[in-house]
């Protein structure tokens, strides 16, 4: 499985953001795609999450302002992002957790200025 994840950039506090996450390879294969982010000297989080059958979860940093969706038809994963705040700054990726284990997409900045 392979994951181009793209949309990230600069944004006001209060503004909104979508990434996308494209995949390729063994789609079938994807049990979840997940999102994550990772901010200078801290840990990789998972910040959002959507299952083969379309079950979502979130941290509760980002619940009620993230929203992870997907195009099937497109093969394709989106999370957007909206009243986003300095602390929300970060790299986000795409992951794919599949049998083999997880394949993970490029990160992408996301800078929330205050």
């Known amino acids: 499985v392979q994951l181009q994840a793209s949309g990230g950039g600069l944004v006001q506090g209060g503004g909104s953001l979508s990434l996308s996450c494209v995949a390729s390879g063994n789609i079938d294969s994807i049990n979840a795609i997940e999102w994550y982010r990772q901010s200078p000297g801290k840990e990789r989080d998972l910040v959002a999450k959507i299952t083969r059958v379309g079950v979502v979860d979130y941290s509760d940093s980002v619940k009620g302002r993230f929203t992870i969706s997907r195009d099937s038809a497109k093969n394709t994963f989106y999370l957007q992002m909206n009243s986003l705040k300095p602390e929300d700054t970060a790299v986000y990726y795409c992951?794919?957790?599949?049998?083999?284990?997880?394949?993970w997409g490029q990160g992408t900045q996301v800078t929330v200025s205050s």
């Open positions: 992951a794919a957790a599949w049998v083999a284990g997880r394949s």
